[in-house]
């Protein structure tokens, strides 16, 4: 049984819903949809089709793009880390072979157990470990002290069974 006692910060809820964001085809299309746009208009300039104020409308535009998504997660994850009581207060996390993990914090609860577990992730400050499609359990790296290899070990055992459990059904 290992335990750690975690304190989300803003700029790590951030880098977890970055990557979150990121991963997926959505946020990556948003960045292609910016540079295509500085793309047409550059091209616009250069083939005389628009001046400079309509360069300027389609550098601003492809700016807006993306720019969006990394300011309204910011905005995000400065609001949840104010108001979720998850966030909030100092959360202590247990790490059983047997039973999951469970997150306590001042006034709640949750208990994920190993076969809820779908996935795990590494992003540069933090780990997230999947319980559902969009739900996850956040752990900011700075958190786990020593204890770090131990706990990411017993994560990827418990994710390795469930894969061969799935496999075999």
Do not use: C
């Not at 997230?128 to 994560?155: C, H, N, R, S, T």
Request: proline share 3%; glycine share 8%.
């Amino acid at each position: 049984m290992i335990k750690m006692t975690v304190h989300m910060t803003k700029e790590a809820l951030y880098d977890f819903l970055l990557y979150h964001a990121y991963s997926k085809f959505s946020g990556f299309l948003m960045n292609i949809l910016g540079f295509a746009v500085i793309f047409l208009g550059v091209l616009s300039y250069a083939s005389g089709r628009t001046g400079g104020i309509g360069a300027a409308a389609y550098l601003a535009a492809a700016a807006g793009f993306i720019a969006y998504t990394p300011l309204l997660l910011r905005q995000r994850a400065k609001k949840q880390v104010e108001v979720n009581p998850e966030y909030k207060n100092l959360t202590e996390y247990t790490f059983s072979e047997e039973e999951g993990i469970t997150a306590r914090w001042e006034g709640g609860s949750r208990h994920v157990g190993w076969s809820q577990v779908q996935r795990a992730v590494v992003a540069p400050k933090t780990i997230g470990v999947y319980y559902g499609k969009d739900q996850a359990l956040i752990l900011p790296k700075k958190d786990f002290g020593d204890q770090f290899l131990p706990v990411y070990q017993m994560i990827v055992r418990h994710l390795a069974r469930n894969s061969a459990e799935k496999a075999k059904k």
